[in-house]
């Protein structure tokens, strides 16, 4: 075995952290944990993975789970669409494989949701098959062992940095070699501060030698942030002897947020005056029938990953008692049904903040 392998597995051995992830070898357990821990912290990631494994322990019982109720689980998480793929993906190895996951990199490929880096991890650490899991650890570990001064979000990054890790894996217990290599970056080969002082492969370190394990990895600028403003229409509705409902709405298409519910929205290339939406609120408002604006609220910007969303909360209230026809798309909501529906956290956040929903 190549010494810098057999070194990060006896590190690995001694010092990894007690992850449930890592002591099975169940493939859907596996295939879970990695799509929650892309782009999530493992302290946050690991209360809604168990959260997760214990609602719906194996394929069958994801597959079989109903869609909102999934969403729901995912709320506060973010990038959505990895819960949407998961669920499809579930409902794929149902049909075409009786929910055994494959243990075969290009067959796990071919799964909803699951990329590269999946289908790598789940076919050695659950099979035990010799493919390499390259993510953002073991990215920058290799491009700092190797001083690979391209950037490794670019083509020829990549490739070096793949060339590498091929070269490195450990054949005869990639699961383990991959697992160590992770969690090395993770906890050692850190992205500012690498603790090149308790490193157990310093000595091969071509970066370390250099002084620029700080300078690596390189990156390809990042694409420009995009500005959206939403302007949330909070339509609320009281009826004698009814609890207070809100008109509420699914989001649909390709747009951040698929599959999760939203208040009925009007988004504006920029801010928009209380009287600018009031006015293109009216069509939608008339429908409903006899109504009052209310107050309204700006809420913080709320940063993803390519876009800023700067949103506002417009409040309107409906006449009591009104004979309500909805447009198609828009459901009534008391704070019971509310409490059901998957919403991203800004809308989370303005439901707890006025008592209409609690908070997870
Ligand atoms: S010596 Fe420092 S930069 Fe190099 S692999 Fe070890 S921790 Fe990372």
């Known amino acids: 075995m190549n010494p810098i392998s057999s070194q990060l597995a006896d590190w690995y051995q001694l010092h990894h952290r007690p992850l449930p992830w890592r002591e099975t070898s169940d493939p859907y357990t596996i295939w879970v944990s990695e799509v ?3 782009q999530t912290r493992v302290d946050q990631g690991l209360e809604y993975f168990l959260r997760f494994v214990s609602k719906w322990p194996d394929v069958h019982s994801l597959a079989n789970a109903d869609d909102d109720e999934v969403m729901k689980m995912w709320q506060g998480l973010g990038y959505y669409s990895r819960a949407r793929n998961l669920l499809a993906g579930a409902r794929q190895v149902v049909k075409e494989y009786d929910g055994a996951v494959p243990s075969d990199y290009v067959k796990l490929l071919k799964i909803k949701g699951i990329g590269k880096y999946t289908a790598a991890a789940i076919a050695s650490i659950a099979f035990n098959n010799p493919v390499t899991v390259v993510d953002g650890n073991v990215a920058r570990v290799l491009s700092r062992l190797f001083a690979i001064k391209e950037p490794v979000n ?6 070096q940095v793949h060339a590498v890790a091929r070269d490195l894996l450990d054949t005869h217990n990639p699961g383990r070699h991959n697992q160590a290599m992770m969690e090395f970056g993770a906890l050692v080969c850190l992205p500012r501060s690498p603790k090149c002082n308790e490193c157990v492969v310093y000595q091969h370190c071509h970066a370390h ?7 690596l990895p390189s990156k390809k600028p990042k694409k420009p942030v995009r ?15 009814k609890p207070e409902s809100v008109l509420i ?3 649909h298409g390709d747009d951040i947020w698929n599959g999760m519910y939203q208040f009925p929205l009007i988004e504006s290339e920029a801010e928009l005056s209380s009287a600018e939406l009031t006015k293109l609120a009216t069509p939608l408002l008339d429908v409903l029938g006899q109504w009052k604006a209310g107050p309204r609220l700006q809420a913080r910007p709320h940063q993803l990953t390519h876009q800023r969303i700067m949103a506002s909360f417009h409040e309107f209230t409906l006449h ?5 026809r909805l447009p198609n798309g828009l459901s009534l909501a008391n704070t019971e049904q509310l409490n059901q529906k998957p919403f991203p956290r800004l809308i989370e956040w303005y439901l707890y903040e006025n008592n209409m929903q609690t908070l997870d």
Do not use: A, C, H, T
Request: glycine letters at 8%.
């Open 154 to 159: 670019s083509p020829e990054g990549e490739r």
């Open 249 to 251: 709405e699914k989001r």
């Open 320 to 324: 009591p008692g009104v004979d309500i």
């Open 209 to 215: 030698k250099l002084d620029i394990q700080k300078l």
């Open 227 to 241: 500005v959206r403003w939403f302007n949330y229409l909070v339509i609320r509705m009281q009826s004698e002897g």
């Open 36 to 38: 929650i821990l892309q």
